[in-house]
């Protein structure tokens, strides 16, 4: 009786139980504020900044002026004056003041991109342009103007120093590491592994992963958790990164510098709930195209010059295809290091932003990387926020599965005894039916043992009156009568005979009762 009511309790548990562990995801569950746009499609950002001109151009004419938030306008030198147009997310124009220029550029556009990355989103912000375009300025900057990369690491330890628990009690544990690569004649090299006794860099192979996406192998990853360390591990980069003096830059970078910021974030809830984001930022100064007559690059320069344009070439053909409305399958990320190095980054999985450095006088290479950012805002990506459940949480999960395997149990337990109990109650009814016929057969018995009684008794009567007929007989001469009599006496003794052990049987069966 108790079973029943106990096996229908148990079966709604069982089935809240698994309607709760396959609904159980962070998404729906999980009460963390988060973002889940999956693989959002999301076009690559272009911002455009003019550089001021340098003391080398103060004669020439500028070519190039940003006429408003978005738009710059390019004008020909030549006598037909033909000009244009070119709009864009961001135009930046510069100053007398480098600092204050600096710190529009990462207010309108860094901190937006740090944040995505606190979100959970891979982001990507590349400087490109001509030699000598502002490259280098816009992503490192100089101490009295810091660029990009050190406002966004001061902002990032600024931002995790401010984590508190939330009024949800949520508390935010933010951990960074960085790394810090370079991409020179074609090779990959790591700029914090150290240099050996030669004072060389060993090269690092790029791989491709199971998902298709890329990683350096062996690319040293530090863990950081003052600002002055990441900035110290980005100046040392900086100082074994190639650069050499050019007739246009003093200090030209002869290689891409990829300096990657890796945060993982893990948002606890106050039961013990773990949410986990793991994101990078990566933030890359390319090497300049350039032309080898401007830059006056001879001999070991010119031979690094033609393998920045070819890489840069290569990029501009993998832009050019993702630009595409109907874009290729095959996308020619393997045709340098560079594109293969930023597969990722460029079509997939990344908020993206190209910051496209303008000199104000060189209508030729000006209006090319022009040409170059346009096509470049049509390039989609697809990023996602990178959410995971983390150890502790499966660990529940599994805590949860392993209690629920055990009630499935008891329920299959539960199940073979009331198959069991079933089995009496036919047991029973077969039974009780068995009984009633015994009864009845034992009272038929009775009935026939009377009726054998009697009969025995009847018997007993002709037997007597056959021996009284039998003396009769003999007395009297009727020999003739003999042999009839002696049949009769024989018949007698052979009913005697039956009735007798038909009455051993009854007394048998009535032995039962
Ligand atoms: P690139 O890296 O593109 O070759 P750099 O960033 O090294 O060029 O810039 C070349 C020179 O121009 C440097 O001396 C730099 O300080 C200066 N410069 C570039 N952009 C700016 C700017 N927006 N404001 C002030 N100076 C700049
Ligand atoms: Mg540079």
Same mark, same amino acid.
């Given at each position: #009786?108790?079973?029943?009511?106990?096996?229908?309790?148990?079966?709604?548990?069982?089935?809240?139980?698994?309607?709760?562990?396959?609904?159980?995801?962070?998404?729906?569950?999980?009460?963390?504020?988060?973002?889940?746009?999956?693989? #959002?499609?999301?076009?690559?950002?272009?911002?455009?900044?003019?550089?001021?001109?340098?003391?080398?151009?103060?004669?020439?004419?500028?070519?190039?002026?940003?006429?408003?938030?978005?738009?710059?306008?390019?004008?020909?030198?030549?006598?037909?004056?033909?000009?244009?147009?070119?709009?864009?997310?961001?135009?930046?124009?510069?100053?007398?003041?480098?600092?204050?220029?600096?710190?529009?550029?990462?207010?309108?556009?860094?901190?937006?991109?740090?944040?995505?990355?606190?979100?959970?989103?891979?982001?990507?912000?590349?400087?490109?342009?001509?030699?000598?375009?502002?490259?280098?300025?816009?992503?490192?900057?100089?101490?009295?103007?810091?660029?990009?990369?050190?406002?966004?690491?001061?902002?990032?330890?600024?931002?995790?120093?401010?984590?508190?628990?939330?009024?949800?009690?949520?508390?935010?544990?933010?951990?960074?590491?960085?790394?810090?690569?370079?991409?020179?004649?074609?090779?990959?090299?790591?700029?914090?592994?150290?240099?050996?006794?030669?004072?060389?860099?060993?090269?690092?192979?790029?791989?491709?992963?199971?998902?298709?996406?890329?990683?350096?192998?062996?690319?040293?990853?530090?863990?950081?958790?003052?600002?002055?360390?990441?900035?110290?591990?980005?100046?040392?980069?900086?100082?074994?990164?190639?650069?050499?003096?050019?007739?246009?830059?003093?200090?030209?970078?002869?290689?891409?510098?990829?300096?990657?910021?890796?945060?993982?974030?893990?948002?606890?809830?106050?039961?013990?709930?773990?949410?986990?984001?793991?994101?990078?930022?990566?933030?890359?100064?390319?090497?300049?195209?350039?032309?080898?007559?401007?830059?006056?690059?001879?001999?070991?320069?010119?031979?690094?010059?033609?393998?920045?344009?070819?890489?840069?070439?290569?990029?501009?053909?993998?832009?050019?295809?993702?630009?595409?409305?109907?874009?290729?399958?095959?996308?020619?990320?393997?045709?340098?290091?560079?594109?293969?190095?930023?597969?990722?980054?460029?079509?997939?999985?990344?908020?993206?932003?190209?910051?496209?450095?303008?000199?104000?006088?060189?209508?030729?290479?000006?209006?090319?990387?022009?040409?170059?950012?346009?096509?470049?805002?049509?390039?989609?990506?697809?990023?996602?926020?990178?959410?995971?459940?983390?150890?502790?949480?499966?660990?529940?999960?599994?805590?949860?599965?392993?209690?629920?395997?055990?009630?499935?149990?008891?329920?299959?337990?539960?199940?073979?005894?009331?198959?069991?109990? &079933? /089995?009496?109650?036919?047991?029973?009814?077969?039974?009780?039916?068995?009984?009633?016929?015994?009864?009845?057969?034992?009272? /038929?018995?009775?009935?026939?043992?009377?009726?054998?009684?009697?009969?025995?008794?009847?018997?007993?009567?002709?037997?007597?009156?056959?021996?009284?007929?039998?003396?009769?007989?003999?007395?009297?001469?009727?020999?003739?009568?003999?042999?009839?009599?002696?049949?009769?006496?024989? &018949?007698?003794?052979?009913?005697?005979?039956?009735? &007798?052990?038909?009455?051993?049987?009854?007394?048998?069966?009535?032995?039962?009762?």
């Amino acid at each position: #009786m108790f079973v029943i009511p106990c096996f229908g309790l148990l079966y709604l548990i069982i089935q809240y139980l698994i309607y709760f562990l396959t609904n159980f995801h962070t998404e729906t569950k999980f009460p963390l504020k988060q973002d889940t746009a999956k693989g #959002m499609v999301d076009s690559i950002k272009v911002a455009v900044r003019l550089r001021a001109p340098s003391k080398r151009e103060e004669d020439l004419s500028p070519i190039v002026q940003v006429v408003s938030g978005n738009t710059v306008l390019a004008k020909s030198v030549d006598q037909r004056g033909f000009s244009r147009n070119f709009h864009f997310d961001h135009c930046f124009s510069s100053s007398n003041d480098p600092e204050e220029d600096q710190e529009k550029l990462y207010d309108s556009l860094g901190r937006e991109y740090l944040l995505h990355a606190l979100d959970g989103y891979n982001t990507c912000i590349f400087a490109y342009g001509q030699t000598g375009s502002g490259k280098s300025h816009t992503m490192n900057g100089q101490p009295s103007a810091p660029g990009l990369i050190p406002r966004l690491c001061k902002d990032l330890f600024e931002v995790r120093d401010l984590l508190a628990p939330t009024k949800d009690g949520i508390t935010v544990e933010l951990n960074v590491k960085c790394s810090y690569l370079e991409i020179y004649n074609e090779q990959v090299r790591d700029l914090l592994a150290g240099q050996d006794a030669n004072n060389s860099i060993s090269n690092c192979r790029v791989r491709e992963r199971l998902d298709r996406t890329t990683f350096v192998e062996g690319l040293q990853e530090f863990t950081v958790h003052t600002v002055d360390e990441i900035l110290d591990l980005l100046e040392q980069g900086n100082e074994i990164r190639v650069t050499e003096a050019t007739h246009v830059n003093d200090r030209s970078s002869r290689s891409h510098a990829i300096f990657t910021i890796a945060l993982d974030q893990k948002e606890i809830s106050p039961l013990g709930q773990v949410l986990e984001r793991k994101s990078h930022i990566k933030l890359i100064d390319l090497a300049g195209s350039e032309r080898a007559s401007a830059s006056g690059s001879k001999g070991e320069r010119f031979k690094e010059g033609s393998k920045i344009n070819k890489s840069l070439s290569s990029l501009g053909r993998v832009i050019s295809m993702l630009a595409k409305k109907n874009k290729p399958k095959l996308i020619p990320y393997r045709d340098s290091a560079l594109t293969w190095v930023l597969k990722e980054s460029l079509g997939g999985n990344s908020k993206t932003c190209m910051i496209a450095c303008i000199s104000p006088c060189d209508y030729e290479e000006t209006t090319s990387t022009l040409r170059y950012a346009t096509i470049a805002k049509s390039v989609k990506t697809a990023a996602h926020v990178n959410s995971y459940e983390t150890s502790e949480q499966k660990e529940q999960m599994e805590l949860m599965k392993r209690q629920l395997n055990d009630l499935q149990e008891t329920l299959s337990e539960l199940k073979d005894q009331k198959a069991i109990q &079933d /089995q009496m109650e036919k047991i029973k009814l077969t039974n009780d039916f068995l009984e009633q016929r015994i009864k009845r057969e034992r009272e /038929q018995t009775v009935e026939y043992y009377d009726q054998l009684v009697q009969a025995s008794t009847e018997r007993d009567q002709l037997t007597q009156v056959l021996l009284s007929i039998a003396g009769s007989i003999q007395n009297s001469d009727l020999s003739d009568l003999a042999p009839v009599i002696e049949r009769l006496q024989t &018949d007698s003794r052979i009913l005697g005979s039956k009735i &007798d052990s038909d009455l051993s049987f009854c007394n048998k069966i009535s032995g039962l009762t």
